[in-house]
């Protein structure tokens, strides 16, 4: 298999890719097999959103490779929400645990990787240890390196893209609203056919951050710590706009779906005309299986949208850190990347550098088909950044006050 590689082949690796001298080179490969050799009949405890049955699978599949591979064991701790796995590692080091803890491994970023680091709750750094990092081309991928603005530091691995697509049937929409004020006059004119997930759901808060990138006037502002500004001046165009935009929203903004499935589902029942979701494969995936009709397709607005990159991190008392970087070291494999890229088992992105894989892995990336709905990545837009992580907390806040449904 393609992740299969011997001890010399690995120091071959990191003394071409990762600009090591021979005997650094030797010295990361010997302490790395000391990483392997450790690793050997842990379990890793990895916390991770569990509600959707791809990704399920997903975490699944890794699971019995590494313990086919490497003698690890894997447990999926699925969540609703990656604060839980915080707030439980946040209670154990105010409790004195500072070894033994119940999380090895969690999936990722924004706000919760912003509240880890900043308590301290942290193994690492270890990024640089895992000979698979070279394969992102950090030097020349510097968005890897920031978590929504924050600068990871070694502290978490970068393992999967993402960005915001909005969904159509052509047949009914041959040509979408591409702009916030396009979709609100779309919205008005053909009400109750849009509607948007209920923040402070993931989707729900960046189709909020994706208006107000938009419409802001000071957008640097996004870019730093909240409190460093004028929240209220800086946020007022977004409450404008949905100030009219919620009345012309499928039950006029009453009640709203909880995440992209429920998007989906709306299309599927002929309720909304317009969905998204932060996957190109979403809507594919609901043309595969009968869901949404073949003339789905995406589409991004004109002056782009929110893209990002999600990790995973080890807590700084992880029971077993070196199972979990075993584990994450095999996440950014070749084989695991492009099974992970793949629509029919999941569909999102890839971190790795196609310039730093082989030929033969390189071409087998490319030729993936990423289903009917997917656009090609040059007609993707430009991606925009995610804002400073402390907007999302105050942008979920105010809106509950302003609209939260009761």
């Known amino acids: ?58 975490i699944d599949w890794a699971g019995e490779q590494v313990e086919e591979r490497f003698g690890i064991s894997l447990v999926h701790v699925k969540l609703t929400d990656t604060a839980e796995a915080v707030a439980r590692v946040l209670a154990e080091k105010s409790a004195g645990r500072t070894e033994g803890g119940a999380i090895d491994l969690i999936w990722i970023n924004g706000e919760n990787f912003a509240a880890m680091k900043r308590n301290g709750l942290l193994f690492g750094p270890w990024l640089e240890r895992l000979p698979n990092n070279t394969l992102t081309d950090p ?24 960005r915001l697509v909005f969904y159509r049937d052509t047949a009914v929409l041959p040509e979408p609203p591409a702009t916030s004020d396009a979709l ?72 709203f779906p909880k995440n992209a499935g429920g998007m989906r589902r709306l299309m599927s029942d002929g309720e909304i005309d317009i969905a998204f979701a932060f996957s190109q494969s979403e809507a594919s995936a609901g043309i595969d299986s009968g869901e ?58 890839t971190v790795l550098s196609l310039g730093q894989l082989k030929k033969e892995e390189a071409d087998a990336i490319r030729s993936l088909d990423l289903g009917p709905a997917a656009l090609p990545a040059d007609k993707l837009g430009a991606m925009l950044a995610e804002p400073h992580p402390s907007w999302t907390e105050a942008l979920e806040v105010e809106w509950v006050r302003r609209y939260g449904v009761r």
């Open 1 to 58: 298999m393609l992740y299969r590689r011997g001890i010399a082949a690995l120091t071959l690796v990191l003394g071409l890719l990762g600009g090591l001298s021979p005997a650094s080179a030797e010295d990361a490969s010997r302490e790395w097999k000391q990483v392997l050799d450790a690793a050997r009949g842990q379990t890793v405890y990895w916390n991770a959103w569990g509600g959707d049955s791809r990704i399920n699978a997903y």
């Open 292 to 349: 949404l009709p073949e003339t789905v397709r995406n589409y991004v607005f004109d002056e782009g949208t929110i893209g990002n990159v999600s990790f995973v991190a080890i807590p700084f008392n992880a029971a077993h850190s070196d199972a979990a970087m075993v584990l994450a070291n095999f996440l950014l494999s070749p084989e695991a990347q492009m099974r992970k890229q793949d629509p029919a088992h999941w569909g999102s992105a």
């Open 184 to 255: 609100l006059a779309w919205a008005q004119e053909n009400r109750g056919r849009f509607t948007y997930p209920l923040p402070p759901s993931f989707l729900g808060t960046t189709f909020l951050k994706q208006i107000l990138i938009e419409r802001a006037a000071d957008k640097s502002a996004l870019y730093k710590l909240v409190s460093e500004g004028d929240f209220a001046a800086v946020s007022q165009p977004l409450w404008d706009y949905l100030d009219q935009l919620h009345p012309a929203l499928w039950r006029q903004a009453r009640s």
């Open 139 to 162: 030097a020349n991928n510097p968005d890897l390196g920031l978590d929504f603005g924050v600068p990871v530091e070694g502290l978490e691995m970068p393992w999967a893209r993402a």
